[in-house]
């Protein structure tokens, strides 16, 4: 019986230290949704990675200007599921990507749409 309660009381304690964590994830809260940008992309580096695949790479500024950006995707596990892997995405690639651009002015995106140099779009959410 007493080992009953120590085990309820590890299940107990170890669930409310795990509460915060479920909140902790910002998804893309950091991103203006009305801000839509779309950048003809040449791509530096892909990252098959959780919380979030990250595609870097870089696209010219209304000045002509070439900047490094970053884009930030859903997890691996979403995208594998719509026929995405680690090397879907390559450096050298050209994309066109659209997205929701950072609220604080970063170069950065949360991509909503990306569509190869051959015209095919990939699947992110959805059917896209």
């Given amino acids: 019986m007493i080992m009953k309660k120590v085990v309820f009381m590890l299940v107990l304690v170890t669930s409310l230290l795990l509460i915060p964590a479920a909140f902790g ?23 098959w ?6 595609v870097e790479f870089e696209a010219k500024d209304e000045k002509g200007q070439v ?6 995707l859903t997890s691996p596990s979403h995208l594998a599921t719509r ?3 680690a090397t879907t995405i390559e450096a050298g690639a050209q994309l066109t990507i659209t997205g ?4 604080n002015g970063t170069p950065s995106i949360w991509v909503t749409k990306i569509v190869l140099a051959n015209g095919k779009p ?5 059917e896209n």
């Fill in 100 to 103: 929701y651009r950072a609220k």
């Fill in 67 to 72: 900047l490094d950006w970053q884009g930030e």
């Fill in 25 to 47: 994830h910002h998804g893309y809260a950091m991103f203006d949704t009305k801000a839509v940008v779309t950048l003809q992309a040449t791509v530096t580096d892909f990252h």
């Fill in 83 to 85: 026929g995405w892997s």
């Fill in 122 to 126: 990939l699947v992110i959410v959805g």
């Fill in 49 to 54: 990675l959780n919380p979030h695949c990250i």
